[in-house]
């Protein structure tokens, strides 16, 4: 059953979430936490920001800063104000240290650092269609979704399918994620979709994830941290691994090792299954018996 957004729905919910976003080149010393620990001031060349802070923003401030984790969440939660007090210390510590700022509306979304480099979710959205039109509609759309966090596609090809064994069906298909605010690379995970009930339920078993990084060379003008156009070498990466997916030849080989294995025996005893099992799942004697 498909869940989610249709493609050209999601297509537009992240075209509109375009004119939102606005990403800053930042040095330590121009970000500052407010005295109540939830907004940042940030001094541009042209303005000063007031922001918002997501709690995606918060756990990277805090990595960028060395504050531990539990430290910086149990500020949060009993004293807000030293949050201010350590997070602004230590910022001009780092002095010159350059960041980018990724923002949306009046929320500070990511603190990364000068070797981020952006692939939005409208570029691979853009690179993806492009791909799917081959199909002419033979695909599948089983689910989509985007947060705050990410976007994900998960999608099935119709025409590459066959029997492991009577009734036993599976169908070749893919799963892509993509985070703008450093949740991840750009991922393509090829996937089998495995029929294991009458009413069409289906099992996905994932292959090996085709990874496509963010990051890149810090040795760059502050100009070009920003800029989209980097982004088209990395696009055509994640194309090259969609089609990887998506490969007949490399399904057949996958189908062919999962008929083999339905023919060849166990050949350990039945005590030897018992022990790997208690291993494994970590049984206790009563769930063994």
Not at 181 to 202: K, Q, S
């Amino acid at each position: 059953m498909k869940t989610g957004l249709s493609l050209t729905e999601m297509a537009a919910k992240v075209e509109a979430q375009i004119a939102s976003k606005h990403d800053y080149v930042v040095n330590s010393s121009a970000v500052e936490m407010t005295d109540a620990g939830d907004e940042l001031r940030v001094y541009t060349n042209d303005e000063v920001l007031q922001l918002g802070i997501t709690e995606t923003m918060h756990r990277q401030l805090a990595q960028a800063t060395g504050i531990h984790g539990q430290y910086y969440k149990k500020m949060q939660e009993s004293a807000p104000h030293l949050i201010a007090v350590n997070v602004n210390h230590w910022l001009r510590q780092q002095g010159d240290r350059t960041h980018v700022l990724r923002t949306m509306g009046n929320q500070a979304r990511a603190f990364l650092g000068g070797g981020y480099e952006i692939i939005d979710h409208d570029q691979v959205l853009m690179a993806l269609m492009t791909e799917l039109e081959k199909f002419n509609g033979d695909l599948e759309i089983l689910s989509t979704e985007v947060t705050d966090s990410k976007l994900y596609i998960k999608l099935a090809f119709p025409q590459i399918e066959g029997e492991v064994r009577k009734g036993d069906i599976i169908r070749s298909g893919a799963t892509i994620y993509n985070s703008e605010i450093g949740e991840g690379g750009l991922n393509v995970y090829p996937a089998n979709f495995r029929l294991i009930c009458t009413n069409g339920m289906t099992r996905m078993e994932q292959g090996e994830r085709l990874t496509v990084r963010h990051s890149g060379s810090k040795i760059r003008d502050i100009g070009e941290i920003l800029s989209r156009e980097r982004a088209n070498a990395k696009l055509e990466h994640f194309v090259e691994n969609f089609t990887v997916a998506h490969d007949e030849a490399a399904f057949q080989r996958t189908l062919a090792q999962m008929r083999n294995s339905t023919e060849r025996p166990i050949e350990v005893s039945a005590e030897e299954l018992l022990n790997r099992a208690k291993k494994h799942f970590g049984l206790t004697l009563a769930e063994q018996k």
